[in-house]
Structures are given as structure tokens and as C-alpha cells.
């Protein structure tokens, strides 16, 4: 299994600032992802985070709104730049220790964000 | 197209009787189904998997899903509600490579 740990587990930020979320694995993971939960909604993947490339975004994520870094194998951040109150919402981070179809996927507790 | 169908946005239940929670799946192959649990303010915690072992799945707090390939369904049951199941539920299928499909979440209430 994997424990996942974010940081901050929540902020409430300006318009205009950026923030970065910080993710950390216990375990060496195979893959690693962001996803945006917004109010009672379910998740949207935002981009698979690549370890020592750029990450894979999904349809109408971009990298110059979200970039994201992954130097290791247990360790990202995705920054969520520009911010506006339309960026306001729960963001996850999930790994999972292998890529197949049966394996599990982990979700760490979540960093919920406000913007102003 | 694939896609996860959860048939409930809301489900009530009183105390100490039982729930269901409807899930369809639509796919070309045979998926990877799971059910996670969120509660408020909380990440989203693994209840049980389906991986084409044993159609009859057993999870952690009681909870149980049946995969019934024939009606594309993988519904999860539980023979007597608590309060503390009270939570966000999601029903998620991998059908392959490492992108995931959630459902659009079920809300279970729990009256006392």
C-alpha cells in the first residue's frame, strides 16, 4: 500500500498569486497524478506527473496554469498560477505502485483551496 | 465510449437497515472496478476492488459488491447502516492502461 501526504491541507489565497501543493508518497510509485474535485462534484484528472518530464495534461489543463514537477519518484507539486476564485477547490494528489489495470490508486487527503 | 454510472446522486437510509448503492459500467473490455468512500473533508479511502477473481467482493466496514458482467453492474451493498457510513461514495473503473473513470459520486445519508 501507499500513504500519500499533502501540504498545506488548505489555504486561502488572493486573486493573482500562485500556490504551490506539495505531495509525498511513502512508497517508490510507479505513477502519480493531480486531480481537481470542486464543490460536490466528482474528481477531474488534471495531469499525470511525470518523474523527470513534463507531465501529460488532460484536455483543458494547461501547463502554464498548472505546472507540475515530479525529481523523484515519491515526490510532486503542482502550482496552480494566476489564480482566480474560479480556481477554488479540493485538489488530489494519487499515485499508484504499478500501472495496471488491477492495481490500486491512492489518494492523498486532499489540499482545499479558496481564492478571494 | 467508457464511462461509470452511478445511479443515485442520493441515497437515505435509516440506521441498522440496509444499503445499496447502484453502479453501472459501460466497456469494451473486462474492467477493474472499485468503490472509495470520502468522507467531509477527507482524501478518498479505498473500500474494495473487483480484478476477475471472485464475482462477490468483501471490503473493509461491512461492505460487499457484486460484479454481474450480464447487467454491467457493480453495485455495493451493506446489510445494516451506521451512522459513521454517512460519507460521498465513488465507483471507479480501470479498463485498461492507467487512466481511471470515476462515477459521479453517491451521497449516503444516515438517519438516526
Sequence with gaps: ?116 | AQSVTQLDSHVSVSEGTPVLLRCNYSSSYSPSLFWYVQHPNKGLQLLLKYTSAATLVKGINGFEAEFKKSETSFHLTKPSAHMSDAAEYFCVANTGGFKTIFGAGTRLFVKA
Excluded: H
Aim: glycine residues 6%.
Design chain 1, 1 to 116: 500500500s501507499a500513504v500519500i501526504s499533502q501540504k498545506p491541507s488548505r489555504d486561502i489565497c488572493q486573486r493573482g498569486t500562485s500556490l504551490t501543493i506539495q505531495c509525498q508518497v511513502d512508497s517508490q510509485v510507479t505513477m502519480m497524478f493531480w486531480y481537481r474535485q470542486q464543490p460536490g462534484q466528482s474528481l477531474t484528472l488534471i495531469a499525470t506527473a511525470n518523474q523527470g518530464s513534463e507531465a501529460t495534461y488532460e484536455s483543458g489543463f494547461v501547463i502554464d496554469k498548472f505546472p507540475i514537477s515530479r525529481p523523484n519518484l515519491t515526490f510532486s507539486t503542482l502550482t496552480v498560477s494566476n489564480m482566480s476564485p474560479e480556481d477554488s477547490s479540493i485538489y488530489l494528489c494519487s499515485a499508484k505502485l504499478a500501472g495496471g489495470r488491477a492495481d490500486t490508486q491512492y489518494f492523498g487527503p486532499g489540499t482545499r483551496l479558496t481564492v478571494l
